[in-house]
């Protein structure tokens, strides 16, 4: 049964740096063709794809965000970071992780982790 | 990167059928048999209940069905039930750049 859970602060300042850390079970990021990646959703608006992890560590990021993301893996702790700089208020989302096998979209969420940028 | 586009809101009586509709274009919808739909309830995560088009996970009612016409996929829930009533969203594949592009979700009230 595969699992994720978003963990990490609920509200940020604007400049701050956002840590956000996917915690996983049920599949192996070592195993080829696994991936994780983050989506995130701005309150009334679409889902956006936002940056990807695969086995080989390979990484791809969204192109608009690309400046300002970091994604790392701890294949040891079954966990995916993604940190995100210089966060501004429209950053205020629903930040979700999610698995991803080669060749297929998204299959499993987590349930998401709401955070809000504010002075 | 732009989303696909769904209606906000749907509706229908017990045992009607819905249909719900994702529109993108040549680069995402249109260019690839990768279009996913999701079921999410209020603070759950995302359930994936359509992927490639018209394929459903094991586990999901054949109740729930996918179609793709050009660059608009299609979601069709029958013989709607109280539990049926989510947000719904789509997903397509959107090529080595952007990934996988995703619709605002959609709304669905059973009356």
């Known amino acids: 049964q595969i699992t994720l859970k978003e963990s990490g602060p609920t509200l940020v300042k604007p400049t701050q740096t956002l840590t956000l850390t996917c915690t996983f079970s049920g599949f192996s990021l070592s195993t080829s063709g696994v991936s994780v990646g983050w989506i995130r959703q701005p309150p009334g608006k679409a889902l956006e794809w936002l940056a990807l992890i695969y086995w080989d560590d390979d990484k791809r990021y969204s192109p608009s965000l690309k400046t300002r993301l970091a994604i790392t893996k701890d294949t040891s702790k079954s966990q995916v970071v993604l940190t995100m700089t210089n966060m501004d208020p429209v950053d205020t989302a629903t930040y979700y992780c999610?698995?991803?096998?080669?060749?297929?979209?998204?299959?499993?969420w987590g349930q998401g982790a709401l955070v809000t940028v504010s002075s | 990167q732009s989303a696909l586009t769904q209606p906000p809101s749907a509706s229908g009586s017990p045992g009607q059928s819905v249909t719900i509709s994702c529109t993108g274009t040549?680069?995402?919808?249109?260019?690839?048999?990768?279009v996913s739909w999701y079921q999410r309830h209020p603070g759950k995560a995302p359930k994936l209940i359509i992927y490639?088009?018209?394929k459903r996970p094991s586990g999901v009612p054949d109740r729930f069905s996918g179609s793709k016409s050009g660059n608009t996929a299609s979601l069709t829930v029958s013989g709607l039930q109280a539990d049926d009533e989510a947000d719904y969203f789509c997903?397509?594949?959107?090529?080595?750049?952007?990934?996988?592009?995703f619709g605002g979700g959609t709304k669905l009230t059973v009356l």
């Open positions: 999610a698995h991803r096998l080669l060749g297929h979209n998204f299959d499993y």
């Open positions: 997903s397509s594949d959107a090529g080595s750049k952007n990934l996988e592009v």
């Open positions: 490639e088009v018209t």
């Open positions: 040549n680069s995402d919808v249109g260019g690839y048999n990768s």
